[in-house]
């Protein structure tokens, strides 16, 4: 199978702003499309976090698929072009081809970004998922899982960023499919193309898939903000196409204490986890409003089967004479201590960190004094005695020790 980028941002809500999808006039027209699919939810996701919330413009599909939607006003309508269109698919939904869904799924498309501001038609099928979900992730690893549509209408270089990635994703997919760019957005069932046709519904297991682990996720994590889980097909992320054929899937989580990337090399029955091939935490702690301790680790293996892991691992305390939790970036006056282990491994499981005091090789010392920022590194062994397992031993340690050293360098 062709490369697929399938993700999913599980979750319900409803809204307060929604329109009857038989409305005469629309901001944005369209169709739903497997086959033409009756009772799925269409939304402008203007948080970026997968679920219809209050205030985001939404309709139901009509008959033949068919949607109209319209804005509020012109800054939300400014607001949705800088924002994704998501398709909750539910069971009861009725694909007029394929007859009653029985596994939800979700559908999306790509963000005009600034683009029209005049009434657009836009179709939402399992390709322009692809489209999207491979740009999406993207997007949250290199600005965060918490952007939202404002993000890109006050960052536009930003926006020119992922506009010149989506122009060579639509190349890559489009190659790969071997379908024009315009087949990819269109109507495939109204111009009666098989090959379009066929690949979409060859998709849409696999975007149920990514919503089931994507809900089975987000019951996991209770305080989750965001959970992304997709499976995709192909090379391009691994180095000397170390994986040609070999399926993926890759897990993004954000909680307030946990960020994790996490990208596993599968069977294609999507199932079987054969091999880790990067994983990405970073676990915050903060024991009051001055202090936050964290771990922090990277291990990867891009290179094939064989090939050694590289393996970061880092802790952290910091003491800030403010409020840490509102003002981190601020201009406090504040500490930082860094031990960090990097080593490699045959096993992923080899990279772990037990003890940093046994295995920390470098040390970082990071001051903050009236904004002027200094940092002094060290080769173990440390001049400050101690500081080592912050996660389990923060409530032993003075953060005055801390100072006193940081001012002593």
């Not at 970004?113 to 999406?136: D, N, R, Y």
């Not at 600005?143 to 122009?167: E, H, K, R, W």
């Not at 089967?305 to 003491?319: A, L, M, P, R, V």
Request: charged share 20%; aromatic share 10%; glycine share 8%.
């Amino acid at each position: 199978m062709a490369l697929f980028l399938l993700t999913a941002c599980g979750g319900g809500g409803s809204s307060s702003s929604s329109s009857n999808s038989d409305s005469t006039t629309a901001d944005v027209a369209g169709k739903v499309i497997d086959g033409y699919i009756e009772g799925a939810t269409i939304y402008y996701d203007l948080n970026y976090n997968g679920e219809l919330d209050d205030g985001e413009p939404s309709v139901v599909s009509g008959e033949g698929g068919l949607f109209n939607l319209t804005f509020e006003d012109e800054t939300q309508k400014a607001c949705a072009w800088n924002s994704p269109l998501v398709v909750d698919v539910p069971v009861g939904a009725v694909d007029l081809e394929n007859g009653t869904v029985t596994e939800a799924y979700q559908m999306f498309r790509a963000p005009n970004f600034g683009g029209t501001t005049e009434e657009t038609t836009a179709h939402i099928t399992p390709l322009t998922s692809v489209l999207w979900t491979k740009v999406q992730s993207m997007i949250f690893q290199e600005y965060g899982a918490d952007v939202t549509c404002d993000y890109f209408s006050a960052n536009p270089s930003a926006v020119q960023d992922i506009l010149l990635l989506m122009d060579e994703t639509v190349q890559n997919v489009s190659q790969t499919l071997g379908l024009t760019e315009e087949e990819l957005y269109s109507d495939y069932v109204e111009e009666q193309n098989a090959v379009a046709h066929d690949l979409a519904g060859d998709i849409v297991p696999i975007l149920a898939k990514s919503l089931e682990d994507t809900l089975a996720l987000k019951a996991q994590y209770g305080d989750t903000n965001f959970v992304m889980v997709q499976y995709y097909q192909g090379s391009e992320i691994d180095n000397e196409n170390a994986y040609p054929d070999a399926w993926y899937k890759d897990v993004i989580v954000f909680t307030n204490e946990r960020t994790i990337y996490e990208l596993t090399k599968v069977d294609d029955d999507l199932e079987t986890e054969i091999r880790p091939i990067s994983y990405s935490e970073r676990v915050r702690q903060n024991p009051d409003s001055n202090t936050e301790v964290y771990t922090f680790t990277t291990f990867e293996s891009r290179l094939g089967d064989d090939s050694d892991y590289t393996c970061q691992s880092s802790e952290g305390y910091i003491y800030a004479d403010e409020d840490i939790l509102n003002d981190i970036a601020g201009t406090q006056n504040m500490y930082e201590i860094i031990n960090m282990v990097n080593k490699s491994s045959a096993d992923f499981d080899g990279c772990a960190v037990d003890d940093f005091e046994l295995e920390a090789t470098t040390r970082n010392i990071i001051t903050r004094i009236d904004s002027v920022s200094e940092q002094n590194t060290e080769t173990a062994p440390f001049g400050l005695s101690g500081w080592f397992n912050f996660s389990d031993n923060y409530g032993t340690l003075d953060y005055n020790e801390l100072i006193g050293y940081a001012s002593s360098l």
